[in-house]
């Protein structure tokens, strides 16, 4: 754009140059508002969205926008399609810079607004993409449909048309500003809008009320007839495999510690006989016996428990909960194992957020896919898997502080849900 | 040799050539979302390959803890977002077992037609993107054209296109217009002529059969051994669908096969998918018999409050199983936790598995029949 640049500090002082300088100015933002490459980027939901709108029913090739660049040194345009994360934030400040200019941004979606649902409680969502890169548009919606994208798309063109080389585009700044903090400042400044208004309103309402003394209202509420809904019972049926009462049966033969969770006193039998038939069992294993029976029930010919369905864990005060979940893919039937993890205490109270409270055998050698799920444990819990092959953090970054499934996680840009 | 490689890498070979590294993502097109991946390569072979999760880890199961259960709903929405419907049923079912509620007959046909609805939907999606994938952007735009139709009906039902958050314990938000049987009859019968066409376009296309057969195989017994569900599982040889083996709502009163395929490669993958848009269709022609023109849809309203125990579900997405684990330790509407088991973390899981040995092309082949949602993965 060198050239056209200078054309105005030449033209302008002619007779008449001005008119020129406009005209180029015309043909300039035509070309470019027609012809805005978007990036090919999305995270979430709102990609689905974007992808949509470039399909054939709504088919974003009028707006010029149809080809969308792989690379970002082939696009003109920034759709930040979805939630932003922290561990995404870096990339995506510099898939911004690597953007030629002149660059334009929208952010499509409560996420990149905001942090839209996730803006509560949340330590891992970016509150608003206008705290990484300059955004041009925002578009609202969870999220927005084709239409309200191609509004957006058709708003950020009426801005390139206002654009002159009397002024040449520059590449604006982030805007360091705490979203919270302007929607708290919005929320008053429209508090006191609004009683602005009703003074004002005030006065009218004591004038009408002197002129129409006996005025009634005939206002009724409406209100829907609420229908009459039936009581449905649930009826649940056993399919596949073992019983809950055989599974326990065989199990406590083998391992005699193996118990249920239970509220009452009557004996394990009982309960575990009015379990719901599609309820699975949920036995509650011994630290001792866990890795044993998890081997018995993977090569034992009557459970032949082959399929791990998930691994989990639960923190509590005083210990942790690990969950194995298993299936046999042959017979059918399910069985929960429930390992209960002494906290480990002796680490000092101020080191505990940040250390590994517990330690248990992997079985990432049985179930090769128990390797993934145990890494999120590792690194939502902090508990230690021993003999796992690669315990590493999965979801956050090498250096995040702390694990934040447990209980007493803090972050410092948590903002909690106001009661 | 072991002492330079990055971590997350581990087989040793000894070797004459020189080994790089190549980083894919997080933001690649055919990565399918924010998913990063390293990959080891001898040349063009692809060596080994190790996935970086996490870039749109989104703290839903920390955030679920401070919500109402019926909030999570909405946030199951927001997983595996081709999926939402189904992903709904799944929160809800747990629910219903802890607040010990059923639905009435015509809530569940409601719920099952939604559920096939949105499973062609998201199989459309996975036509679209594996024939774009693969070099054909005319796919993407035939998959797109009749998954427009599936939103129209999901937003005439429910409100909206893609967010649906529509089923509660008991049954459903609203009761369907009287529309919905006649709009889907219509779809199905355009769907019936524009599956011949889709399949014709791409099944016996000899660039696909080229590119797919034979390429990233997964074996029955590492298939079961990572844990893999859905489409996925059955291409290679395992019948397993959780509508047939622990039937919910009623899908144990209709009568549909469960496609199984043996050779557990991408041309197989991308087969069982077509096939089950024609099971869907099937069992979606039954449900508009089977409809019940009378009764009420759902069941009396109740506040959601669970009674301490632990509620688990387990449903048949689109992409596989999805489990979902309630723990509740109060009797209340908030729960102590919630874990969502979702079916594509598995299959990248395991994906290390299939690319070994392969080419990058064939890397984007093998991503694409994999299908995976990455905020699912991540939560």
Redesign the interface.
Known sequence: MGIINYAPKILDPIPGGKYVVNLVDYVVNWARANSIWPLTYGTSCCAIEMMSSSMARYDIARFGSEVFRASPRQADLFILAGTITRRMAPAIQMLWEQIPGPKYAIAMGACTISGGPFIYDNYAVVRGAQNLIPVDVFVPGCPPRPEALFHGLLTLREKILKETCRHPWHVGRPKDVSTMDRYREAAKTWAALEEMKDEEMAEARAKFKEEHPDYKSSFKPIRIKKEELPEVPRTPTHKGGLTQSELFAKLHAKFPKVSVHTHSDSPIEEVVAQIPADHPLEVIVDFEDYLPMVEFLKNDPEFKMDFLIDETAIDYDDHFDLVTMLRSMEIGHKLFLCVQLKKDFAIAEEARPTSLLASVPTISNLYPGAEVKEREIYDMFGINFEGHPDQRRIFLDKDFVGYPLRKDFTHPQMIRRPV | MSATLP??F?IQRETNTEEFFINMG????STH??LRLALRMDGETIVELVPH???????????A??MSYLQYI??S??QD??TAIQNNLGVVIAL??GM?????EKGEYIRVMLQELGRIASHL?FYGCFGGDLGGQTC??FG??E??MI?DILEEVTGS???TNFFRP?GSRYDVPDTFLPRVKAFLDHLEGAMRDYERFLSKNIIVLERSVGIGILSKE?A????CSGPVLRASG?E?DVRR???YSIY?QLDFDIPVFHNGDCYDRYKIRIAEIHESMKILRQCIDKFPKEG?W????KPVRLP?????S?IETAKG?Y?T?V?AATTGEKP??I?T?GPS??HI??LNKMVQGHKISDLVTIMATLDPV??EI?R
């Not at chain 2, 997080?26 to 097109?29: A, E, G, I, L, M």
């Not at chain 2, 301490?308 to 688990?312: E, K, N, S, T």
């Open positions: 971590p997350g581990r997080p933001q690649h097109p979302g924010a999760f996490g870039y749109i880890h989104r703290g839903m199961e920390k955030q803890e401070s909405a946030m929405d927001r977002y081709l219903e077992k010990n509620v059923g639905v009435p999606v993407l735009l797109f054209k998954r427009e939103h296109r893609l967010t008991g590492d079961i051994a990572y844990g395992v397993f083996a622990n039937p144990d009420a759902r069941s009396k309203e301490v125990g632990r509620y688990y387990e199983l489990a684990y723990v102590y936790r874990h088991r973390f598995p899981a395991a990455i905020p991540d």
